[in-house]
């Protein structure tokens, strides 16, 4: 994922209605990347890769069986969506 799929995909998440239409639409643009709404107290230590006034997005890497937030793009295997805290 680059730079500005990134910025792309926040502004598609922030123009949805809620959470989960946001994840809906993220699924659809960034397949084949899993992506799940999360609850922001359980990303509160981690720095979101992109931020927006309603909207933060995590990306996520897997070993195969954990998964763990990643500032590196090439890792990406997914996108977390909180609410802005």
């Known amino acids: 994922m680059d730079a ?4 792309d995909a ?7 209605p809620d ?3 946001a994840a809906t639409r993220l699924r659809e643009r960034l397949a084949p990347l ?3 709404v999360v609850d922001a107290v359980d ?3 981690e720095t979101p890769a992109a931020a927006g006034e309603r909207c933060a997005l995590f990306l996520g ?4 069986h954990c998964w763990q ?3 590196d793009p090439a890792q990406a295997a997914a996108v977390f969506v909180a609410a802005r805290r």
């Open 10 to 16: 926040l502004a598609l998440a922030e123009a949805a």
């Open 4 to 7: 500005a799929t990134l910025a």
């Open 61 to 64: 890497a897997s070993d195969g």
């Open 43 to 45: 990303l509160r230590d």
């Open 34 to 36: 899993r992506v799940s």
């Open 19 to 21: 959470l989960r239409a």
């Open 69 to 71: 937030v990643t500032a």
